[in-house]
């Protein structure tokens, strides 16, 4: 059974970062990517980028870039986003998902982390 | 960037009824479209990718159809189970946007 578990809420403060862990287990980890999508409160879908198990290649969101690492530890199956200097419009539950390929849907998703920035 | 928008933004139905959803892209995406169905507090869940096709384990009374700019997520029988907002998405080229929802209710 396929299962993504992601690490539990954290509240930072601006200008801090954060960084979300997704656990997989029950599928081959080198086979799909990791997506990351946010959601503030109350509002839509946000792809945020995604990376590639097998090679560790990255595809990030413009509006990110510079401000956010995603990774993978193979030995773990576990993947990583980093975000830094932390707004206040980062509030949101962030998600991450496997994709088969970057231009299928993304089948399995984790329960979502809390990210609340607040001083 | 490419813009999904949905329509409607909300609607009201009733168990029994057929719902239509419609997600419109700025530029032609061909059949790079998916469609998501989310509950309050949950993670979004794929019902059908590439445009049209099922994903597995999703109700029949679900499909899509469409290429190019325009597409359509149908329930046929709308069930208790289904009032949820769904989200469109397309995969053509990054960012991979959503269309901005579209909740369904109890009418």
């Known amino acids: 059974q396929v299962h993504l578990v992601q690490s539990g809420a954290e509240v930072k403060k601006p200008g801090a970062s954060v960084r979300v862990s997704c656990k997989t287990s029950?599928?081959?980890?080198?086979?799909?990517?990791i997506t990351w999508v946010r959601q503030a409160p109350g509002q839509g879908l946000e792809w945020m980028g995604w990376i590639t198990t097998h090679n560790g290649k990255t595809n990030y969101a413009q509006k990110l870039q510079g401000r956010v690492t995603m990774t993978t530890d193979t030995s773990t199956s576990t993947a990583y986003m980093e975000l830094r200097r932390l707004r206040s419009d980062d509030t949101a539950v962030y998600y991450c998902a496997r994709q088969l390929a970057a231009a299928v849907g993304a089948d399995h998703w984790g329960q979502g982390t809390l990210v609340t920035v607040s001083s | 960037d490419i813009q999904m928008t949905q329509s409607p933004s909300s609607l009201s139905a009733s168990v029994g009824d057929r719902v239509t959803i419609t997600c419109r892209a700025s530029l032609s995406i061909s059949t790079f479209l998916n469609w998501y169905q989310q509950k309050p507090g949950k993670a979004p869940k794929l019902l059908i990718y590439a445009a049209s096709t099922l994903q597995s384990g999703v109700p029949s009374r679900f499909s899509g159809s469409g290429s190019g700019t325009d597409f359509t997520l149908t329930i046929n029988s709308l069930q208790p189970e289904d009032f949820a907002t769904y989200f469109c998405q397309q995969t053509y080229n990054s960012p991979q946007t959503f269309g901005q929802g579209t909740k369904v209710d109890v009418k």
């Open positions: 029950g599928y081959s980890f080198n086979t799909y990517f």
